[in-house]
């Protein structure tokens, strides 16, 4: 369903990915993992949209329609979603009010009428209870004065509650205690199903034992240095990423 | 440019002689008005080269000559409403239109009524008040408005009258190169309390140049909104001056959308122990409109607090200046005031000044100002938009939710509702037309 071929990427000049190749079916789980500053967000970034980012050379297709040409808007309405590495505080727009637009926003782009006020009620509390939110956060503005891990949980709420095709997960793990790790671990669990896929960029090996992946890339220095099975996460957790890359300094801080 | 407009003042004598000679009233006004006529004269037209003009281009307004407005007959129509029963009194071109106003039965004492009528029927009443509030002295506009004043709202609440409904105070204006001077004279007594709503809307062009007046007794409540929709070519150039009196506490919310250059100054005294005062202000602008506040609060006694949030969302080529000056005299100790001024600018021409200043005279007080301008933060627009949310609506969201606790301030239900509709229509339109 993603088809990602040579894909370059350059930041203020700077080329960052640097020929990425990388298809995800429905129902596949793939993870990347990989030092500081490899790319990781960039790719994530790119796959969503974001201004600053030029892409030199190759593309990406979602559903065999070239993705690098829809605005970010037009991306989420055709089923992607991504959980930002750094969630953005919106003070003065509340949680419930900002999910019903977004809601809304995908359903019109479908030519769906608006959501019955009841019927989006319940799935907010399905919803909630599932990433085990509290519900004073839907009042609140987005993210405004949110905990690390309340964000976090809040981008996966937003995930559920949105029922998107293809998710990337970026770093969503970082940060948490191993409690709500397992809270969004079970909350992307649940949302697995073989129509949807899911890319979940990760430091760590911990939180693959939750979210098995069929699929693991190393990302070095904007390239993919060596993919594998859920194994190979095992096999960094141990040697660190020194076997790929020049700069031990960068290979420790990860492996921490 | 001129540096001043000496032909501009001069064209005022004749004018003035003949309004004076032609209207009946007691010699008390008659004498003010002569007084700050002189006064006007003393002044002269304001210019760039006078701090407190320096961002006020008035070069637009001595182009043209201003005359006193003939009647006009207005469809009621074209009138703002509020839900819900009111004291409503309508004037058209500055003078009261009894056919459009309304008044319901009012509490023993109370007045609410057009200044010219209680002129001759309560003197008494308005002399203690009407120009006796300190205050913008050196403002031509107000001396202007004084000597020229041909009619306006006076309202009057003898102590611990309570006035339940909202007086809705609606001033129109129609009319070409007419310029127009409405009164408001609002004086509560002890314990009295008012819920106060001041329109000004009209069409177009014209130069609106009114002066309210409140005062505000021992403990008295006040909560006046005053919602400047002036018509797109028309000038307003509006003064508001305040004395409030012990535990007093006034509410102000000063909403500003229309005509090309409009201009607010206001001077509010905390004359009494415990008196507070609150201003809440928020300018929308955009094409080549020009919106100001000159603000001026002065503690004179201890515990005294005020707070000031002036917001400004501007678009295309609009420009917005904010001058907050708080004095605190020596003596007013336990002074608290605070003062922010936010500016949301939605276009790279658009602009924002703000001068916040703090004279202080007392050791003992807390007093800070901030003062922020930005654009839309790009991270939050993307975020939204990673969530499915088109451009403009995004866009729209985050400039309300800029200036949605302005209006959450309001809490005169219906006004907060029509205000957040014309913010929704004005960010639908822009942001439409806009990138
Ligand atoms: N908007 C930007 N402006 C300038 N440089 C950028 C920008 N985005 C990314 N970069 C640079 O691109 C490189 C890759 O960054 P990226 O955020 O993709 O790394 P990452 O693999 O996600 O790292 P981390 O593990 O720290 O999240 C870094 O050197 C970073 O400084
Ligand atoms: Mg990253």
């Known amino acids: 369903m993603l088809e990602i071929r040579n894909l370059h990427v350059t930041v203020e000049d700077r080329e960052i990915l640097k020929g990425i190749d990388l298809i995800i079916r429905p129902g596949e789980t793939h993870a990347i993992m990989g030092p500081n500053g ?110 690390g891990g309340e964000k976090k949980r809040n981008e996966v709420f937003q995930m559920a509650v949105l029922q998107p095709r293809f998710a990337v997960l970026d770093e969503t793990d970082s940060g948490l205690d191993i409690d709500a790790l397992k809270v969004v671990a079970d909350g992307v669990n649940a949302l697995r199903n073989p129509e949807r896929g899911f890319l979940v960029i990760t430091h760590y090996q911990r939180l693959l034992d939750y979210i098995v992946p069929d699929h693991v890339h190393v990302l070095v220095n904007g390239k993919i240095a060596r993919s594998g099975g859920k194994e190979l996460a095992l096999e960094l957790e141990a040697q660190g990423y020194a076997l790929y890359n020049e700069e031990p300094g960068r290979a420790r801080r990860a492996a921490a | 440019m001129t540096a001043t407009a000496p032909l501009f003042s001069e064209s005022y004598r004749p004018a003035f002689a003949g309004f004076v000679a032609n209207r009946r009233e007691p010699d008390a006004i008659a004498r003010l008005r002569r007084e700050a006529f002189d006064r006007f004269q003393t002044l002269g037209w304001p210019t760039r080269q006078q701090e407190a003009w320096r961002l006020t281009d008035l070069s637009a307004l001595q182009s043209i000559t201003f005359q006193q407005p003939a009647d006009a007959l207005i469809d009621a129509s074209a009138l703002p409403t509020l839900e819900g029963p009111t004291h409503r009194l309508v004037f058209v071109n500055g003078r009261f239109a009894p056919g459009l106003s309304r008044l319901p039965k009012l509490p023993d004492g109370a007045l609410i009524t057009s200044l010219g009528q209680a002129l001759t029927t309560h003197l008494e009443r308005i002399e203690p008040y009407l120009d006796r509030l300190p205050g913008l002295e050196r403002h031509s506009f107000a001396a202007l408005n004084t000597a020229f004043w041909e009619d306006g709202a006076f309202v009057h609440l003898p102590r611990g009258t309570m006035v339940e409904e909202p007086i809705h105070l609606v001033f129109y204006a129609a009319g070409s190169d007419v310029t127009v001077h409405p009164r408001l004279l609002l004086a509560l007594e002890g314990d009295a309390q008012a819920t106060v709503v001041v329109e000004y809307r009209g069409q177009g062009r014209y130069l609106n140049a009114p002066l309210a007046e409140l005062a505000l007794g021992m403990g008295a409540v006040l909560h006046y909104h005053q919602i400047q929709e002036e018509a797109p070519q028309a000038f307003h150039l509006g003064a508001i001056r305040a004395r409030q009196d012990r535990d007093s506490d006034m509410n102000l919310h000063l909403i500003s959308v229309g005509g090309q250059l409009a201009r607010a100054d206001l001077a509010v005294l905390l004359d009494g122990e415990g008196a507070s005062c609150a201003i809440n202000g928020l300018t929308l602008a955009r094409d080549q409109q020009y919106g100001d506040y000159h603000v001026r609060i002065e503690h004179a006694r201890p515990h005294g607090t005020s707070e000031q949030r002036f917001k400004s969302v501007l678009d295309g080529k609009a420009r917005s200046a904010f001058d907050g000056m708080i004095h605190v005299r020596p003596g007013a100790q336990k002074t608290d005031a605070r003062q922010t001024s936010r500016n949301l600018l939605l276009s790279k021409q658009a602009q924002a000044h703000s001068n916040p200043r703090l004279e202080i005279l007392a050791d003992d007080v807390k007093c800070g100002h901030g003062s922020t301008t930005g654009f839309l933060d790009p991270d939050a627009e993307f975020y939204l938009r990673a969530r499915g949310i088109p451009a403009t609506q995004a866009r729209a969201l985050l400039v309300h939710a800029f200036a949605n606790d302005n209006l959450n301030q309001i809490r005169l239900t219906p006004l907060r509702e029509r205000l957040a509709r014309l913010l929704a229509a004005r960010l639908a339109l822009d942001l439409a037309e806009g990138k």
């Open chain 1, 38 to 147: 490899s790319g990781k967000s960039t790719l994530a970034n790119v796959i969503a949209g974001r201004e600053g980012y030029t892409v030199t050379e190759g593309e990406i297709r979602f559903d065999g329609k070239n993705l690098l040409d829809m605005d970010p808007e037009t991306r989420a309405c055709e089923g992607l979603f991504l959980a930002f590495q750094y969630p953005v505080e919106i003070p003065g727009v509340a949680n419930l009010y900002f999910l019903k637009a977004a809601v809304n926003a995908v359903r019109k782009y479908r030519g769906e009428p608006p959501v019955d006020a009841m019927d989006f009620w319940d799935l907010v509390h399905e919803r909630m209870e599932l990433v085990k939110m509290d519900e004073s956060m839907l009042k609140r503005s987005v993210n405004e004065g949110f905990s």
